[in-house]
């Protein structure tokens, strides 16, 4: 199985979206977030998992699922990426990968030492572009498959059953 954990806010602070999203209101910036990467988890088939910082928020750790995504709130006291390095170790072993999506360089030589891969945030934004317009793309050509009958008729036949299908005379 592949893993990508995800430091929530990094990615919201680093894509202009999120960070326009997360001046008016941090909670929407979070739900698109949230949003975006479960259809990014629905096309590539990776295991996400996003992390965001709880550290000055009293109370213990919350972990709860979100369009088939884990979401963790860190425990007060503890950063995200302290929270991500946990569940490196926990998540890396030899028939799983782990990438970890974050742009704070001294996460990503934190998480190489654990074994993991990381993602910059630039680099899963190009993904997510990438995977938008292959999405559109097989829209496009899904549109315009026409089906063809499987019994060779003439094309004025075809007309008066189109007619009749459509409930036309």
């Known amino acids: 199985m592949i893993y990508l954990v995800v430091d929530g806010y990094n990615i919201i602070g680093a894509w202009e979206e999120l960070q326009r999203l997360k001046e008016k209101d941090i909670g929407q910036a979070r739900d698109r977030l949230l949003d975006m990467m479960a259809e990014y988890q629905a ?16 109370g213990k750790r919350a972990t709860y699922r979100k369009s088939k995504l884990d979401v963790i709130f860190t425990k007060e006291n503890e950063t995200a990426d302290e929270c991500i390095e946990r569940l490196v170790k926990e998540l890396q072993n030899v028939r799983d990968k782990v990438y970890v999506a974050t742009s704070d360089y001294d996460e990503q030589r934190t998480i190489f ?6 993602k910059s945030a630039r680099e899963l934004y190009i993904e997510m572009e990438a995977m938008q317009k292959d999405i ?13 009958s499987k019994i060779p008729l003439d094309p004025e036949v ?3 059953f189109e007619k009749w299908r459509r409930g036309r005379k």
Not at 51 to 56: E, R
Not at 113 to 118: F, N, P, Q, V
């Open 158 to 160: 075809q007309a008066v």
């Open 113 to 118: 030492g654990s074994g993991a891969l990381r």
């Open 43 to 58: 096309y590539s088939g990776y295991h996400v998992i996003v992390v965001f910082d709880a550290y000055f928020v009293k």
């Open 136 to 148: 559109s793309r097989r829209i496009i050509s899904q549109n315009q498959y026409k089906p063809i």
